[in-house]
């Protein structure tokens, strides 16, 4: 079976679901059908979505499952975000920042980069 469309292959705009169907009992049913934010999602980010889920969030967990840095975690985490629809916080404040390299989250090197970033 292929997976949920949610824009169109010619023109990329969304598309909407007018019809379902019963492959046991052959009912049909035709409408009006919205998709939810979910079904917008690409399919890196639905399995980003499922490690942080079974990962509790730990980010430390999803940087060795991925083979990733903090800054990619946290980037890939944005992203999942704003395709859901809604707005990313701020950027991570310089204590936030310096917290995450006192606990070892982060490497000096991604300090650096991300207090540069501010």
């Known amino acids: 079976m ?5 824009n169109c292959p010619v ?29 917008n999602l690409t399919q890196d980010q639905k399995k980003f979505m499922e490690i942080f889920i079974l990962k509790r969030g730990s980010i430390k967990e999803i940087e060795k499952e991925l083979g990733i840095s903090y800054p990619t ?26 917290e995450m390299l006192n606990s070892g989250e982060i490497t000096s090197e991604e300090a650096t980069r991300l207090l540069s970033q501010l």
Do not use: P
Request: charged letters at 30%; aromatic letters at 4%.
């Open 73 to 98: 975690v946290r980037s890939k985490l944005d992203d999942l975000i704003n395709a859901l629809g809604h707005k990313v916080e701020a950027n991570t404040s310089k204590i936030e920042i310096l």
């Open 2 to 6: 292929k997976e949920n469309l949610s």
């Open 11 to 39: 023109c990329g705009n969304k598309l909407k679901i007018v019809k379902y169907s019963c492959d046991s009992c052959h009912t049909e049913i035709s409408g009006d059908f919205t998709q939810d934010n979910f079904s």
